[in-house]
């Protein structure tokens, strides 16, 4: 091959590559909104946007208000990512500059499309909202606090079923809290507060990075009598789950939350807690894992058969 024929080669793979990547996921198709959202991307892909200034006759460029910048590979992975932007957002953004009778926009709720839905039956919209009218953050903030704070309608993505790994699930979980607990600019949309780290608010935890690396907020600021597949009801912070034995034990409350979510053909085959051990996670107090006792057995046999050995040769000088 000749290095102009390979350097267009390479040209052309960078050029389709991050298309490619899109459009893989699932169907092999492009996501239906993908052509009309090119637009937008253009300037809400960067923090950069230009145009073309009619008064003056320049292009300039000026810097994008950080929080409406979107990564369009994160937004086509979302649950939405059939959405063209306009599909939720008024088509008169399609002119700019934006008319600012627009920011007056009303917004549609989960429940507007989702409610009622047979189609959607399966994720209990409607309780979800029940617990979530219950919350902490429903009862001290109102109907500011949508299902929009925690679910950002250009990156929401299911995580709590298919392949994924204990350690993604957490990550993805808790960043969605840590969005606004460890980032005063989004949390002081909300409150004046500036509220004290997540580390100082959880002394009480040895290895506090660990901890959040390995369990979600929700397994302790939710009840764990909650049925639902994600609980909702966060509740007022002195319900939350101090007790180490909680977790640490056999009983451990991890089994009806965090690890329910491990591939159902794994559990089948090695068994529930294996699976989970196996898949990473490991909680002190609660292993009683099949592998471990098996060499546990197999080392105190073989320390015993050592010793009855040593016995029978000295018997026998
Ligand atoms: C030429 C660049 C440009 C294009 C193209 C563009 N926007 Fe914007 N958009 C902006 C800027 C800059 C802002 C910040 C506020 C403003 O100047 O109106 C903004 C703000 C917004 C807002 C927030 C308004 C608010 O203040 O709450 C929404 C929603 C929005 N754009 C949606 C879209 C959609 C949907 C498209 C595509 C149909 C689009 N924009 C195309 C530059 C652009
Ligand atoms: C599924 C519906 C949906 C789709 C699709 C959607 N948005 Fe939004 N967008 C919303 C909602 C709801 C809000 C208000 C979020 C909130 O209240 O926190 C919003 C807010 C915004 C904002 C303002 C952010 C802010 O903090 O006020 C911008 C800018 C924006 N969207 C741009 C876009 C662009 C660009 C696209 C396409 C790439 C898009 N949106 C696609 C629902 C959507
Ligand atoms: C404007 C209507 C609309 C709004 C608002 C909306 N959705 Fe959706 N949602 C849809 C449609 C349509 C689909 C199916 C998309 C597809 O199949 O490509 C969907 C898909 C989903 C899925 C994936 C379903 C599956 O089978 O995997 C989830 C989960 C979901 N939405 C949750 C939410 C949540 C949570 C909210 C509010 C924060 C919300 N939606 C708001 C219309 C909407
Ligand atoms: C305090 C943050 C928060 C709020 C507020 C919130 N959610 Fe969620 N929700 C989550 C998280 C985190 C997930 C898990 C995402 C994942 O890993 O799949 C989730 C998952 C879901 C799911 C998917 C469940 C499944 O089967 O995978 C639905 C449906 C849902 N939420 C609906 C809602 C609705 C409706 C509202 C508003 C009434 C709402 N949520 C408000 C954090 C929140
Ligand atoms: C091991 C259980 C556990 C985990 C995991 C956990 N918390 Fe907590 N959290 C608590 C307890 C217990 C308190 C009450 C502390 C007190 O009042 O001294 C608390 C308090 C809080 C408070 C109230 C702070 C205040 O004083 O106003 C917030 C906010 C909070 N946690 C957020 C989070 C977030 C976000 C995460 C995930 C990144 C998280 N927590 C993970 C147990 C936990
Ligand atoms: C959009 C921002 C935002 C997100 C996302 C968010 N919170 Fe909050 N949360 C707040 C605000 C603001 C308060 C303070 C309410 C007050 O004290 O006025 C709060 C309060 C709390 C409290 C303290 C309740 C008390 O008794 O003082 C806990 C616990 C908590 N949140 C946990 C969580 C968990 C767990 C998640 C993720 C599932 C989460 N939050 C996601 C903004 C957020
Ligand atoms: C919500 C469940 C939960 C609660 C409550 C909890 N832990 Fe943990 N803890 C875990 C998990 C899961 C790990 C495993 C992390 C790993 O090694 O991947 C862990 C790990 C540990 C470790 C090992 C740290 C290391 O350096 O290897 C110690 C020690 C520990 N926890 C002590 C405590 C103490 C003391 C408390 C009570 C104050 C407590 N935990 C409460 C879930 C919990």
């Given at each position: 091959m000749t290095p102009i024929r390979f350097t267009c080669l390479w040209l052309a793979l960078l050029i389709t590559c991050p298309v490619m990547l899109i459009a893989t996921e699932e169907t092999g198709e492009l996501p239906d909104g993908y052509e009309?959202?090119?637009q937008c991307f253009q300037c809400h892909g960067q923090r950069f946007y230009s145009f073309d200034n009619a008064n003056t006759g320049l292009t300039e460029r000026k810097a994008m208000n950080p929080n409406f910048v979107y990564n369009a590979d994160v937004y086509y992975q979302g649950v939405?990512?059939?959405f063209a932007c306009t599909d939720c957002h008024s088509p008169d953004y399609e002119t700019w500059?934006?008319?600012?009778?627009?920011?007056?926009e009303p917004m549609y709720s989960c429940l507007d499309c989702h409610g009622g839905d047979p189609t959607y039956?399966?994720?209990?919209?409607?309780?979800m909202d029940e617990e979530f009218q219950k919350s902490v953050h429903f009862e001290k903030i109102g109907e500011a606090f949508t299902c929009w704070k925690c679910h950002d309608p250009h990156s929401y993505r299911r995580m709590t079923t298919g392949e994924f790994k204990i350690s993604e699930i957490v990550s993805y979980h808790n960043n969605t809290c840590m969005g606004c607990h460890s980032n005063s600019d989004h949390f002081q949309l909300f409150s004046d507060d500036l509220k004290p780290g997540?580390?100082?608010i959880h002394h009480f935890l040895p290895n506090f990075k660990l901890h959040f690396s390995a369990v979600r907020c929700i397994?302790?600021?939710t009840s764990s009598a909650d049925t639902l597949w994600v609980n909702h009801n966060i509740m007022p912070k002195e319900n939350s789950v101090r007790n180490c034995v909680e977790c640490?034990?056999?009983?451990?409350i991890l089994m009806a939350s965090l690890y329910k979510y491990q591939n159902i053909e794994a559990r089948k085959e090695r068994g529930f807690l294996n699976s989970v051990i196996l898949n990473e996670a490991y909680v002190i107090g609660a292993n009683r894992n099949e592998y471990l006792n098996l060499i546990s057995v197999i080392l105190f046999g073989l320390t015993l058969a050592g010793i009855i050995i040593h016995t029978i040769f000295r018997l026998m000088k």
């Open positions: 009309a959202n090119k939405h990512r059939n500059p934006h008319s600012a009778e627009l920011r007056l039956e399966k994720f209990h919209f409607e309780l997540l580390e100082k397994e302790c600021h640490h034990s056999s009983s451990t």
